[in-house]
């Protein structure tokens, strides 16, 4: 199982990304796919998670700015980030699993079995 991030960058306070995960090799009928960061110094934290029924799941830090999604024909999933703020600066992961998004949510998502490589997304002042 393959996980490829991209999309982050460098945009000011207020500014918008769109995170891609394209996903490969993962032949589970069901999942949870959910999107991690970690800034410098600061432990692992979850942003987002998404199970394969289409059940979302969101930090209290980021509910109504972003927006996780996925794209089955293209083995994709999204991360739309909105309104960003310099607090959300960090290296954006994505993970997937075959098992219970709410089980699989804690620990900071240690039980998550693959992980893409990041993505870095710094927001400016």
């Known amino acids: 199982v393959q996980l490829v991030e991209s999309g982050g960058g460098s945009v000011q306070s207020g500014g918008s990304l769109r995170l891609s995960c394209v996903v490969s090799g993962y032949t589970y009928s069901s999942y949870c796919m959910g999107w991690f960061r970690q800034a410098p110094g600061k432990e692992r934290e979850g942003v987002a998670h998404?199970?394969?029924?289409?059940?979302?799941i969101y930090a209290d830090s980021v509910k109504g700015r972003f927006t996780t999604s996925q794209d089955n024909a293209k083995n994709t999933l999204y991360l739309q980030m909105n309104s960003l703020k310099p607090e959300d600066t960090a290296m954006y992961y994505c993970a997937a699993d075959s098992r219970d998004c709410s089980w699989l949510q804690e620990e900071n998502g240690a039980k998550f079995g693959y992980w893409g490589q990041g993505t870095q997304v710094t927001v400016s002042s």
């Open positions: 998404i199970s394969s029924d289409g059940r979302t």
